[in-house]
């Protein structure tokens, strides 16, 4: 198994690159389910799970090109790829696959919507919580659909092959319901209205593709979703945008070790309040044209508190970072997540390399500490793994980051990027 080797205590200086968000780029995907023309994703990442996700849809009958031709190991930091799903072949997404990456449960939206059936398995737990679906399923019974669990399996149908405009108010905020419930809106008989609905960037952006496909939305980025669903959706080509949680994880890096670096192709406006938080503890935040400059030159990192909560508030997929960063406050800082009930895993991983953290439920009291000494470490999942990754960048000596699958889900080239700003990085593989 890879793992990762990071000698710490260089500040970081140059140009980091920012890939297409992995979180924008898989529900913009499993869009292509809802037509028979080609959707054209361009700024798609090449991460694990993108290609995992290429793997479900290939299993639904999804056929998909590269930069136009076929050809599935192109290396590049922004591919384009056209998805045709034609000829849907299977409705069902089974448990072997769905096991492997939750958002592959979302298939079920547009393939009842479109197909007037599905049988996908129940996601299970994962490392970060119980996560279940039962917003997705209340939500499509809403719509019309008749819903059986049966063997681990949600067997959804429509009545009469079309689902059914309603108005839906989510109990709870979540970005992949609010995801789905607009891609299976877009093809039912009438008008949808989505209250509660999340507001993330990833949300817009597959409001403006399903929009570029003939879709009738509005009020997408805003709690309020309207949807007037229409009998077919054609092609499209959609740019897939940056990674706000890849910016957020340089900028914290950045503001941990020192230096300053350029995050070419950011927008500020998907994580200003992860940004307003940084200016807090010190760094200097510039946005330009090329992207965003983060800066932090000589002064200490100031102790800040942040709580965890849905678009616009602080993302729950910066918070483990975002401690990292704590670690070396020069004092203490209270860390609240509110998003999921057990993502504080990086605590004791921290914790080995000198880092002093105390939960209280949902907290986590950071106190911050002057170094950090390398170890090897490891953690179970993307974000976790990722805020080690910057724990060691800063910390002296050696750390290895074990179990570097979790990194290749969702961060593209992360060793060649860090390396790039004079970070000491490398895979060492088996
Ligand atoms: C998305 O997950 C992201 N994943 C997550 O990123 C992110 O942490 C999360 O949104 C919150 O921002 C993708 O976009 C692929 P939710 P999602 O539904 O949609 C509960 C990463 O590291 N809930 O908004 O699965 C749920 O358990 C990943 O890239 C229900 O109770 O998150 C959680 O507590 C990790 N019932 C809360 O809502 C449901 O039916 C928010 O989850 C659905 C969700």
């Not at 405009?165 to 609010?178: D, E, H, L, Q």
Request: aromatic share 4%.
């Amino acid at each position: 198994m890879d793992r990762i080797r990071i000698v710490g205590g260089n500040v970081l200086a140059g140009t980091i690159p920012i890939s297409g968000a992995k979180n924008a780029a898989l529900p913009l995907m499993i869009a292509s389910l809802l037509t028979d023309d080609t959707l054209t994703l361009e700024n798609v990442p090449h991460l694990a799970d993108v290609e995992q996700l290429i793997r479900i849809l290939g299993n639904h009958g999804v056929d998909y090109s590269v930069n136009g031709r076929r050809e599935k190991q192109q290396e590049g930091y922004s591919r384009t790829i056209n998805f045709s799903a034609r000829n849907i072949v299977d409705t069902t997404a089974p448990y072997e696959l769905v096991s492997k990456m939750r958002a592959s449960f979302w298939v079920i939206g547009p393939l009842l919507a479109r197909m007037g059936e599905a049988k996908v398995s129940l996601p299970g737990g994962c490392a970060i919580g119980t996560r279940p679906v039962d917003l997705f399923l209340e939500g499509l019974q809403v719509l019309g659909a008749e819903l059986d669990v049966d063997n681990g399996y949600v067997i959804a149908k429509t009545r009469n092959g079309r689902l059914i405009g309603n108005r839906y108010v989510f109990p709870k905020v979540s970005v992949g319901a609010t995801h789905v419930l607009m891609m299976a809106a877009s093809l039912a008989k009438g008008e949808t209205v989505l209250e509660n609905a999340a507001r993330e960037p990833e949300i817009v952006n597959l409001a403006e593709c399903l929009v570029a496909m003939g879709a009738k939305i509005h009020g997408a980025g805003t709690g309020t979703i309207t949807i007037q669903g229409v009998e077919a959706l054609s092609g499209a080509r959609v740019r897939v945008i940056p990674d706000r949680i890849e910016t957020g994880t340089y900028a914290m890096a950045v503001a941990m070790t020192g230096g300053d670096v350029m995050l070419a192709g950011a927008r500020p406006d998907l994580l200003q309040s992860a940004l307003d938080v940084l200016v807090e503890t010190g760094a200097e935040i510039t946005p330009t044209n090329e992207g965003i400059r983060v800066k932090r030159n000589g002064a200490g990192i100031a102790p800040v508190d942040v709580t965890t909560a849905p678009f616009p508030a602080f993302p729950t997929d910066l918070q483990a970072q975002f401690m990292g960063l704590m670690t070396m406050a020069s004092g203490k800082s209270r860390i609240t997540e509110t998003i999921f009930e057990n993502r504080f895993m990086h605590v004791q991983e921290l914790a080995r390399l000198g880092a002093h953290i105390t939960l209280s439920g949902q907290t986590a009291i950071v106190d911050g500490v002057s170094k950090l000494k390398g170890a090897p470490v490891m953690a179970t999942d993307l974000r976790a793994s990722v805020s080690l990754v910057i724990a060691g960048l800063a910390a002296e000596g050696e750390t290895t980051v074990n179990r570097v699958y979790h990194l290749d889900r969702g961060f593209e080239r992360l060793e060649e990027k860090l390396s790039g700003c004079g970070a000491v990085i490398e895979r060492i593989s088996g």
